[in-house]
């Protein structure tokens, strides 16, 4: 059956890097129909929604998503920045990533940190000898997309019944000459339910990935009730899957392993704030945040995308020049989603082909800052890099016919 995958390149260089996404998808041989969907920061401006309720029945109706990036800013700027027409009506700017993954049900984000041989941005370390090495890292980040710190509950200013409620507990007492409007609250909300899917979710992806350990990572001690619950579904979850280790490791002790031996974490599964910090820092010792992809999952769709945001400063510059590989790859993991393994195989060996010999390069694996004049650098464009990828798959199904 022909696949529909819904695709949403949002704003920001989530227009530049979603095409070169599709040109590979197409390249490879995914025989597939591709419907486009607003998201973003020109729907908020044009309706005071960022995530229209039509795109959310495209992604139920087809259960596959391909995502560019999405701007945001915070409430004031964003009401600020509505036309008049729509000020005053008490709408409120909301992340649409978040948005997509708490309306869709994807419960789990799973972000891959892979180096490839050949980027200058790699994690390299001294030998006890006085040399150089530079180890390979394939680590996973699995987060919890739709509970904890990311489920939306907040407060600026706390209504007055929910103040009282709070200051039955003893610690409120540091903050009861605090005026209400002059309070913030945001809530870490989780479910023992929810995180034993989240936990089933991750140890099965290790498992069909051949991954033989999974690192619980949470901060017990400071936030003992919900890193408690997360940890004890996590850890019953583990016996349903006996061929793999389970360990337990502090948050801040996993992050000095990773800063001094990256190649020593396989799978993490963690709240959603510590593995957004936690997935950038191996992004950045595993080439740079242009190679990193996420696979976010549910029950019923799954959408995908790069993890770079929409970096409007890079967007207004003509040609574009920013690195696709991050969105790419999403594709792949998307390839992989449907079972076309074989595929996914064959794009993530192209870009690592391409990045190997080292002729086209974007001015992030050249180790340049980006730039209107960056080009005159010997720097690829974005879509000249996409067009490398594209030979290089080229190359690889004329090697396959003889």
């Not at 992989?336 to 390069?361: D, I, L, N, S, Y």
């Amino acid at each position: 059956m022909r696949r529909v995958v819904v695709t949403l390149p949002g704003d920001g260089i989530g227009r530049q890097v979603l095409p070169e996404a599709l040109r590979v998808l197409r390249a490879v041989g995914f025989q597939a129909d591709y419907v486009e969907a607003p998201i973003g920061w020109d729907c908020w401006l044009q309706t005071g929604n960022p995530l229209p309720k039509a795109t959310l029945e495209l992604l139920r109706e087809h259960r596959l998503g391909l995502f560019g990036a999405a701007s945001s800013a915070p409430a004031a700027e964003a009401e600020a920045a509505l036309p008049s027409r729509l000020q005053g009506q008490g709408l409120r700017y909301s992340s649409p990533v978040l948005g997509l993954r708490r309306q869709l049900g994807l419960e789990l984000a799973v972000r891959p940190c892979r180096s490839l041989p050949g980027l200058l941005g790699n994690f390299v370390r001294r030998t006890a000898q006085g040399g150089i090495e530079e180890p390979h890292i394939d680590a996973v980040v699995c987060l919890q997309n739709t509970e904890g710190h990311y489920a939306g509950v907040e407060w600026r200013g706390i209504p007055a019944g929910l103040r009282s409620a709070l200051e039955a507990h003893e610690h409120m007492q540091a903050f009861a000459s605090s005026p209400a409007d002059e309070l913030a609250l945001s809530c870490r909300v989780q479910s023992l339910t929810g995180c034993r899917r989240a936990a089933r979710r991750c140890f099965a992806w290790a498992t069909a990935h051949g991954y033989q350990r999974v690192t619980i990572c949470d901060k017990w001690g400071v936030m003992d009730a919900c890193a408690g619950l997360l940890l004890q579904a996590a850890e019953e979850v583990a016996r349903e899957f006996p061929n793999l280790q389970c360990e337990r490791v502090l948050a801040d002790a996993l992050l000095l392993r990773v800063s001094r031996r990256p190649d020593a974490v396989s799978v993490v599964l963690c709240p959603a704030l510590i593995g957004d910090l936690l997935s950038d820092l191996l992004a950045g010792l595993s080439g740079g945040i242009g190679f990193a992809a996420c696979a976010n999952l549910g029950p019923e769709c799954a959408v995908f995308e790069p993890v770079h945001g929409s970096a409007p400063h890079y967007a207004r510059l003509a040609p574009a020049i920013v690195n696709p590989c991050a969105a790419i790859l999403a594709g792949a993991l998307l390839l992989e989603h449907v079972g076309e393994t074989t595929r996914a195989r064959r794009v993530r060996e192209a870009v690592a082909r391409v990045v190997r010999a080292g002729h086209v390069r974007s001015f992030d694996m050249a180790g340049l800052p980006g730039g209107a004049d960056v080009l005159g650098f010997g720097v690829a464009s974005t879509s000249q890099v996409g067009d490398a990828i594209i030979a290089a798959l080229q190359e690889d199904g004329r090697r396959c016919l003889v």
